[in-house]
């Protein structure tokens, strides 16, 4: 079974700070997503990566960066974290097809 | 207008029937659809994949692509309550890689 994990299943951090959400994926897959889903507004792209240090921004990227320096790790980076960031954040991979994501990260910025 | 449309539902039908979920998208160029389950509380889980017309069959779960209409559809025949859920209709324009456009999902209940 792939398995995707995320460091962190609640966080609750300060206006100002830099987040950093890990998520790391077992089987090998090309591409990874980090999304954020929020009440209302459904699940929205972030970034995505289908290589070792390629990006692409998704739809909503102001405000956070990404990381891949391996394969199988893909990191999102808040910079300066901010209230409307507080959302659950979910990161996916894939290799082929659909996407398998992880238990997602819950972040309240307060 | 967004890309992938679906009725937020709720969407609520009896143990034993059959719950129909439908999904319509914009760009004619897509290959690539997906349904996604997602329980409440938790991440969302893919169940079904169609690249093709027509119909894709799996246990329960059947799947309908019609590109000249632009639209996919999701039918679980002998509906459970554990079926109770939101399903995701994801479209992406190429068939190996790049990004999914999900819509906002409909919300299924199965009452016993």
């Known amino acids: 079974d792939v398995k995707v994990t995320q460091s962190s299943r609640y966080l609750v951090k300060r206006t100002g700070e830099k987040v950093f959400l890990e998520c790391v994926q077992d089987m090998d897959h090309e591409n990874m997503f980090w999304y954020r889903q929020d009440p209302g507004l459904g699940l929205r792209l972030i970034y995505f990566s289908y290589d070792v240090k390629m990006k692409e921004k998704g739809d909503i990227p102001e405000g956070y960066s990404v990381s891949r320096e391996k394969k199988e790790r893909f990191s999102l980076i808040l910079e300066s974290a901010s209230t409307n960031q507080t959302s659950m954040y979910l990161c996916?991979?894939?290799?082929?097809?659909?996407?398998?994501f992880g238990p997602g990260t819950r972040l309240t910025v307060l | 207008q967004k890309e992938v449309e679906q009725n937020s539902g709720p969407l609520s039908v009896p143990e034993g029937a059959i719950a129909s979920l439908n999904c319509t998208y914009s760009d004619r160029g897509s290959q690539s659809f997906f349904w996604y389950r997602q329980y409440s509380g938790k991440s969302p889980e893919l169940i079904m994949f169609?690249?093709?017309?027509g119909d894709k069959e799996d246990g329960r779960f059947t799947a309908q692509l019609n590109k000249a209409s632009q639209y996919v559809s999701l039918l679980i025949r002998d509906s459970q309550p554990s079926d109770s859920a939101t399903y995701l209709c994801a479209v992406r324009y190429g068939t190996n890689a790049g990004k999914s456009t999900f819509g906002d999902g409909t919300t299924l209940t199965v009452k016993p």
């Open positions: 996916a991979s894939s290799l082929q097809g659909g996407e398998f």
């Open positions: 169609i690249y093709s017309n």
